[in-house]
Nanobody, 125 residues
Framework: QVQLVESGGGSVQAGGSLRLSCAASGLTFSNYDMGWFRQPPGKEREFVAAISRSGGHSNYEDSVKGRFTISRDNARNTVYLQMNSLKPENTAVYSC??????????????????WGQGTQVTVSS
């Protein structure tokens, strides 16, 4: 069956960096666009970044532009999220999702077919 497994979360101070990974199995990874979403405490899940199946196109939520970078390695079936200059408001559970191209909008979580369990990111001031 399809599995998406996130790793790389943790606790950092404001201004620090983390690199999240999401390893996929049970699907043809290169056929799927991938996205990262986050759910802050007490809030709804929100879009962070997405990348096309080839890696040639990416888009970001406005507040993370210039600080976060999404990338993928199709040979390793893995998508990454490099997070720099972290802020306390970035504290959330971060999850990756897989979306078939053409099915919905990359920033819309219902468009994603598969999800990982999430990894906690905590940024202290």
């Amino acid at each position: 069956q399809v599995q998406l497994v996130e790793s790389g979360g943790g606790s950092v101070q404001a201004g620090g960096s983390l690199r999240l990974s999401c390893a996929a199995s049970g699907l043809t990874f290169s056929n799927y666009d991938m996205g990262w979403f986050r759910q802050p405490p007490g809030k709804e899940r929100e879009f962070v970044a997405a990348i096309s199946r080839s890696g040639g196109h990416s888009n970001y939520e406005d507040s993370v532009k210039g600080r976060f970078t999404i990338s993928r390695d199709n040979a390793r079936n893995t998508v990454y999220l490099q997070m720099n200059s972290l802020k306390p408001e970035n504290t959330a559970v971060y999850s990756c999702g897989a979306r078939r191209p053409g099915e919905g909008t990359s920033s819309h979580s219902p468009a994603y077919r598969y999800w990982g369990q999430g990894t906690q990111v905590t940024v202290s001031s």
